[in-house]
């Protein structure tokens, strides 16, 4: 049957979907080219053209530069066209034809971006300098370098864990301190201990060391209720020791940070310990040992205004080392040379004549030196001779001139007390000065109470009663304590005198001054010939003049910058000056009221009858700055008498004109004709002070502040504390049954009375670390801890009576209290937080790695210095350690303590043995704190002990306690035997 469709049949025609799709298409194609002509125009048309022929002719000259790059390699080479063999173990061709991508590095180290930056840097450096240049050699596999920076980064990470949970405020303000001070004292009984052998002062360094360490071995460790004497002499002065100390440590060190499986591949570990200890371990601690480096970075951290020009003539003066001074000496006559030869003449002449005279000075005083200590010059000046310890007693000696303090002088300077109290000790006379610092004291606060008590309301009688009530009992228990019958160290005065003290002690209301008579006349006594005038003719006040740089005058030295002296005489023209009337302002920031004191000052010229009168105000601070200058330049006019300051209702009408007319006083003295003609420059001071306008103050505000708590006369209720115990405990007793008494008068006579009198003062033991006896309840006040103990070890403050030591510690805690303010504690704790911050720890890292690869380069090692540059970098150091002492420390402590501490502890510094010592027990400090329990202490006391010395020590200690138990049985049996033999003759009768 056929189809009904004819095979010849044309197509069957467009669907009409299939049609509409197509015009439709050419439809919009045709509206699109419609649309970009009209809206660009032909020149559209033209660049669109331009632009597929230019793709076009790109990708064309791409492939033919690519395709004839890739021909000339293959000519070039000699490709083979076919594969490789199939012969061999068909895994082991996979792995070896196949090409592993080197695993990407995780670059997160510490959780801290600015830390890990830094970090990478310097692990980056490490490899290229220290591990690709010899592994290059060996293979260029990727596996290992990339194996062995995972290792690392897992020790790092390791190690940035344990430090985030370490708190580290207690290493940093008692573990570390306490440490430095103990190696400061060591240090200081070992000199101590030679000085004692030798008195000229001769010893090897190799004496001083067996000194040093022998008192590091007497001190005792408790381990497990033992006692250990541990010794770090063997691995500081013994390199193999030294090595093998370094392994163990490295060996826990990697077993604590290593991971397991890398920790127990022993050539791995071998390797990494070796590493560690020759390359890092031991030339870090050979660079901070050595002492021409730690005196670089002494010398780099202290300020440049520290090198001053006396600072700088007493290390000279009081050197003893011939090296020092002849490297000084010989780039001084290089510097001679130089400007002689600018000596020509010209406008700087005078300028170049004034520097030759300054280095030919210092050059004489090298000189001299050099003669001394080579002992060619038979007389020494007499502040060299204090350099090299030579006896006081030569200035005792007939047609010796010393300066002459007086009595009143010596009462207003804390040394000069301390010295005069210890010299009254060493008589057996202290009760005489003593007594009268007390009297003074009870004076000054009695008359602050009796004024509160006058001024308070009638509401208040009860409380006033019983301010009279202490004030008495406070009097009578001075008078039994030294002036009674019943007194155990009775000061003999006249009965009459006692009595009619008696009876003012009394009198109801008590008054201030019922000590008054047997004060005057006990400060006879001690102004007599037996006592302070004995004093002035005794070794103690040469030390004392020392002290106060009063023994000597040293000769200045012309500066090339000093202006010269002033032409203006006090004859030139006339000055005048009167305070007129006083006020009170208020300062523009802030509501605080201050008293003002308006001045009229005349000017009158020799040449020129015409006077010149204007006006000025000033404060008292600008008076009392006026007069602090005053003293430092004129010392002779520091006893006039200047009005003292005042803390409350010092702003009232009648005090103002009180202290208007005091202050004019003091003006009119020091205006005095015959006061400015034997003060030099003092009218041009005065002169100064009274220009119009803001004065420029000469002192900070610091020293004005340190003035007023140095000075005892001004604060002698907070520096007299010399009462016995009982005075104070029956005080406080009785405190506790008034009613209504006023807390500020228990607190200021428990505070101004506290007893180191003769009854209950005692020296601090000398192995004794904290030295916080005299805190009073504040040892938790973590920078007046560190100052004392610090002050106690460099300037041997412990071998101070108590009375100085105490008042030391009342003026650090107004200095800190005036730096810091009250929240102490919390300012150190954030300025610990602040070092150990993300920040701060980044900032390190890069100075780290700008130290060992400046500019991204390994730096050259350091070049070797002369021995001429090292002994001048000596110089250098000592005159800026000196010259950065506080003149507040220098007042406080003396200046001659000053310069023999400052001198201890930079001589401490130039024995490697000693700073290698210093280094490991910091070392150890940090690994105890870092692995508190991994009992790191433990091993360390294994290690020590294990010294010959340590051991003989605690060998001696074990024959010391069998002789003891030894006596102690001989004692028992002969006391069993008497008692036997007793028995025998009571049964025998």
Not at 235 to 254: A, G, W
Not at 794 to 804: A, I, P, T
Request: proline share 4%; net charge negative.
């Amino acid at each position: 049957m056929s189809s009904p469709v004819s095979a010849d049949k044309p197509p069957a025609a467009p669907t009409p979907i299939a049609s509409g799709m197509a015009s439709s298409v050419w439809g919009w194609a045709v509206l699109g080219g419609t649309l970009y002509f009209t809206t660009f125009g032909l020149t559209g048309g033209i660049c669109v053209i331009l632009y597929v022929l230019a793709f076009v002719a790109g990708c064309l000259t791409i492939a033919y530069y690519i395709g004839r790059k890739q021909s000339i390699v293959m000519l070039e080479y000699g490709q083979p066209s076919f594969g490789y063999p199939r012969r061999g173990i068909p895994k082991l061709v996979k792995e070896v034809t196949t090409i592993k991508p080197v695993p990407k590095v995780d670059k997160r180290l510490t959780g801290s971006n600015v830390i890990d930056e830094a970090l990478q840097e310097v692990l980056e450096y490490t490899f290229r300098d220290y591990i690709h240049v010899w592994y290059q050699r060996l293979s260029d596999h990727e596996g290992f370098k990339y194996d062995m920076r995972q290792t690392i980064q897992k020790v790092v990470i390791a190690f940035s864990s344990r430090t985030k949970e370490i708190d580290w405020v207690p290493y940093l303000t008692t573990r570390l301190v306490d440490d430095f001070t103990s190696h400061v004292r060591m240090f200081r009984k070992a000199k101590e201990k030679m000085k004692a052998k030798d008195k000229d002062g001769k010893y090897t360094e190799e004496e001083l060391m067996e000194a040093f360490f022998d008192q590091e071995a007497k001190h005792e460790v408790k381990k497990d209720c033992n006692s250990l004497h541990i010794c770090r002499d063997m691995i500081c002065l013994k390199k193999e020791s030294e090595i093998q100390f370094l392994q163990d440590l490295s060996e826990v060190l990697l077993f604590l940070l290593l991971p397991p499986e890398d920790y127990h591949n022993k050539p791995f570990r071998y390797i990494c310990r070796e590493v560690m200890v020759n390359g890092v371990f031991i030339p870090s601690i050979d660079l901070l040992s050595d002492p021409d480096y730690i005196n670089q970075y002494i010398a780099w951290m202290c300020k440049e205004d520290t090198l001053t020009k006396e600072a700088f003539l007493t290390v000279l003066k009081t050197s003893d080392t011939i090296e020092e001074l002849q490297a000084v000496r010989e780039k001084v006559d290089l510097d001679i040379a130089k400007y002689r030869a600018k000596d020509t003449g010209g406008s700087e002449d005078t300028e170049i004549k004034r520097q030759l005279s300054s280095l030919q000075y210092v050059k004489v005083t090298c000189d001299k030196q050099i003669a001394r200590l080579r002992g060619d010059l038979d007389e020494v000046d007499a502040g060299d001779a204090l350099g090299a310890n030579s006896e006081y007693l030569q200035y005792l000696a007939p047609g010796k001139a010393l300066y002459s303090l007086s009595f009143e002088e010596m009462l207003s300077n804390n040394l000069a007390l301390a010295a005069f109290i210890d010299y009254m000790t060493s008589i057996g006379a202290q009760v005489y000065i003593y007594f009268y610092l007390n009297i003074d004291a009870y004076r000054v606060s009695a008359e602050q109470q009796i004024s509160a008590a006058r001024e308070s309301t009638q509401e208040d009688e009860e409380s006033t009663e019983a301010i009279y009530e202490m004030l008495q009992s406070a009097a009578l228990s001075l008078y039994n304590q030294y002036l009674s019958e019943k007194a155990t160290q009775r000061i003999t005065l006249d009965e009459a005198l006692l009595r009619r003290t008696l009876h003012k002690i009394k009198q109801r209301p008590p008054h201030a001054d019922c000590f008054e008579e047997v004060r005057c006349k006990v400060c006879e006594i001690l102004e007599g010939d037996n006592y302070y005038k004995a004093f002035k003719k005794s070794t103690i006040y040469v030390k004392l003049l020392a002290e106060l740089d009063l023994l000597n005058k040293d000769v200045e030295v012309p500066e090339a910058d000093e202006p010269p002296e002033a032409t203006i005489l006090n004859d030139e023209f006339h000055l005048e000056a009167t305070v007129i009337s006083s006020g009170v302002m208020k300062e523009e920031k802030g509501n605080k009221s201050y008293a003002v004191y308006f001045i009229r000052v005349m000017k009158r010229e020799r040449t020129d009858g015409e006077p010149e009168i204007w006006d000025c105000y000033r404060r008292y601070s600008d008076f009392h700055d006026l007069h602090m200058t005053i003293t430092d330049k004129y010392p002779s006019l520091a006893t006039l008498n200047f009005p003292s300051k005042k803390l409350i209702d010092n702003l009232k009408e009648e005090f103002l004109e009180k202290r208007k007319k005091e202050l004019d006083h003091y003006l009119q003295t020091l205006l005095n004709r015959d006061v400015l003609a034997n003060n030099r420059g003092l009218l041009q001071l005065i002169y100064g002070f009274m220009q119009p306008g803001l004065w420029e103050k000469g002192k900070s505000e610091m020293a004005r502040k340190m003035d007023s708590i140095v000075n005892p006369l001004k604060m002698m209720g907070n520096a007299v504390k010399s009462v016995p115990d009982n005075f104070v405990d029956g005080m406080i007793k009785m405190s506790g049954g008034i009613r209504g008494l006023p807390k500020d008068l228990v607190d200021g006579f428990g505070k101004i009375l506290k007893g180191v009198g003769p009854a209950t003062e005692k020296r601090d033991s000398l192995e004794d670390l904290d030295g916080l006896d005299t805190l009073d309840g504040e040892a938790d006040n973590i920078p007046l801890r560190i100052m004392l103990l610090l002050m106690d070890e460099v300037f041997d403050l412990k071998s101070k009576n108590q009375w100085l030591r105490r008042r030391i510690v009342a003026v650090l805690r107004q200095i800190i209290k005036m730096a810091m303010g009250d929240s102490i504690n919390r300012k150190i704790l954030d300025h610990v937080e602040l070092m150990t911050s993300a920040e701060q720890v980044a900032e390190y890292v890069q100075q780290f790695r700008d130290s060992f690869w400046p500019g991204g380069i390994l730096a050259e090692p350091r070049p070797e210095r002369d021995l001429n540059t090292m002994m001048r970098t000596r110089v250098i150091t000592k005159t800026k350690m000196l010259g950065g002492v506080a003149d507040e420390v220098r007042h406080l402590v003396g200046s001659e303590t000053t310069r023999k501490g400052v001198f201890r502890v930079f001589e401490m510094f130039q024995y490697k043995a000693l700073n290698r010592r210093l280094l490991y027990v910091i070392m150890e400090g940090m690994m105890e704190t870092l692995f508190p329990d991994n009992k790191f202490r433990d091993i360390f006391l294994k290690i020590h002990s294990k010294s010959p010395r340590a051991a003989s020590r605690l060998e001696e200690k074990r024959l010391v306690m069998e002789e003891e138990e030894r006596v102690r049985s001989e004692k028992e049996r002969a006391r069993s035997e008497s008692a036997e033999k007793t028995n025998k003759k009571k049964k025998g009768k």
